[in-house]
C-alpha cells in the first residue's frame, strides 16, 4: 500500500535553531501534501497545503517566515521550523493524497519536535 | 467553516463488547469521511474511508456508516480487544481540506 515516510521521529533542539522535517512518499507520487501540528489531547491542525512545484497554502494564523514549506519534487516535502522556541514544541505529521481525494489520505509516523 | 464532533470523547469498556464511536459535522456538503486511529505519540493509521454517495464500509470487525444530510458518522466497533485501545479520529474532507474531530480515546481492558 501506499506508504508516506517522515524523518525524523524525535528531534530536541537548542531554542533560536532550526529543524528540518522530511516527508517523502515511498511508492507513488504526492502532487499535494498537507502539515499539521497536534498539541497533546487535541486534534489535528492544518498548517498548509503543499502543492509540488508551487508556493505553499498556509492557513490563517500560521506564520510563512516561521514555518518554511518546499515541496521541490512529486516525492518529497520539508517544514522548517526557524528560530525554533519552547512554544513550537509539539507533534508534527504529514499527510499526501493518494492520487486523488477519493482515495483518501495517508499519513507520515508523526515528528516529535522539543524545543529546549 | 466546517465543525467536526466526536463523542464521547473517552470510553472504557471490558473485553468483547461491541461499541459505538459518533462523529458530526456541521457542513454537509462533503467529498469523504475518514476514520483514524492513532496511538499514543504515532502518527495516523487510515481505518476506513466513505465516499460522500456511500453510506457504509467495512472493514473485519469494523464498520462505518456515515448519513451525509444529517452530518453525522458512526465508527461500529465488534467483539472489542485490547489492542484497539487507541484514540480514533474522524475527518471530513471539503472545501480543498480535512477537518478532523478531537477524537475518541478509548480503552479495552482485558
Known amino acids: 500500500g501506499a506508504v508516506v515516510s517522515q524523518h525524523p521521529s524525535r528531534v530536541i533542539c537548542k531554542s533560536g535553531t532550526s529543524v528540518k522535517i522530511e516527508c517523502r512518499s515511498l511508492d507513488f507520487q504526492a502532487t499535494t501534501m498537507f502539515w499539521y501540528r497536534q498539541f497533546p489531547k487535541q486534534s489535528l491542525m492544518l498548517m498548509a497545503t503543499s502543492n509540488e512545484g508551487s508556493k505553499a497554502t498556509y492557513e490563517q494564523g500560521v506564520e510563512k517566515d516561521k514555518f518554511l514549506i518546499n515541496h521541490a519534487s512529486l516525492t518529497l516535502s520539508t517544514l522548517t521550523v526557524t528560530s525554533a522556541h519552547p512554544e513550537d514544541s509539539s507533534f508534527y505529521i504529514c499527510s499526501a493524497i493518494l492520487r486523488d481525494i477519493s482515495l483518501g489520505y495517508t499519513f507520515g509516523s508523526g515528528t516529535r519536535l522539543t524545543v529546549v | 467553516k466546517q465543525e467536526v464532533t466526536q463523542i464521547p470523547a473517552a470510553l472504557s469498556v471490558p473485553e468483547g463488547e461491541n461499541l459505538v464511536l459518533n462523529c458530526s459535522f456541521t457542513?454537509?456538503?462533503?467529498?469523504?469521511l475518514q476514520w483514524f486511529r492513532q496511538d499514543p505519540g504515532k502518527g495516523l493509521t487510515s481505518l476506513l474511508l466513505i465516499q460522500s454517495s456511500q453510506r457504509e464500509q467495512t472493514s473485519g470487525r469494523l464498520n462505518a456508516s456515515l448519513d451525509k444530510s444529517s452530518g453525522r458518522s458512526t465508527l461500529y466497533i465488534a467483539a472489542s480487544q485490547p489492542g484497539d485501545s487507541a484514540t480514533y479520529l474522524c475527518?471530513?474532507?471539503?472545501?480543498?481540506?480535512?477537518?478532523f474531530g478531537d477524537g475518541t480515546t478509548l480503552t479495552v481492558k482485558p
Open positions: 457542513d454537509s456538503a462533503i467529498y469523504n
Open positions: 475527518a471530513v474532507f471539503n472545501a480543498g481540506k480535512s477537518t
